[in-house]
């Protein structure tokens, strides 16, 4: 499930992240990379989805981190609001994303640093009209 796809609304961009969820064990990251308004939580909600997470999935923009259960442990990261790697650091981020749980990194820009080297990469681009989106997702 790696590659370049279009989605043509938000209904398909949480579709493909529940599609992508198909693949994703225990442990793995997935840094998601794209503007405000791309899509980034409607593809966590897919994801979150397909893990069989039956709670209301939103972005932590306010927390920095919710937590879900499926049947994969979930970890989302919102990193928006982040001035200073040092602030992820403190909060013990290495201890959420190197265990068995999935973790999912939105703005994951600003946190390059210091992810693992191994991670599946999303980015989020705007289509040719507003409801479009193009979404690669690779592997490192």
Request: some cysteine; hydrophobic content about 40%; glycine content about 8%.
């Amino acid at each position: 499930m790696l590659g370049k796809f279009l989605t043509r609304d938000e209904t398909e961009t949480i579709k493909l992240g529940e599609e992508f969820s198909k693949i994703l064990k225990s442990g793995d990251v997935v840094a998601l990379y794209g503007e405000l308004g791309s899509g980034k939580t409607r593809f966590i909600q897919g994801v979150c989805k397909g893990l069989g997470v039956s709670e209301v999935v939103n972005s932590p923009t306010f927390i920095i981190m919710n937590k879900y259960d499926g049947r994969l442990r979930v970890y989302h990261f919102d990193f928006y609001r982040i001035d200073d790697i040092k602030e992820i650091i403190e909060i013990g981020f290495n201890e959420f994303i190197y265990n068995d749980a999935v973790s999912l990194i939105e703005w994951a820009e600003k946190v390059r640093e210091i992810l693992p080297d191994s991670r599946y990469e999303v980015v989020l681009n705007f289509g040719s009209n507003e409801n479009e989106r193009v979404i690669e997702i690779s592997r490192l």
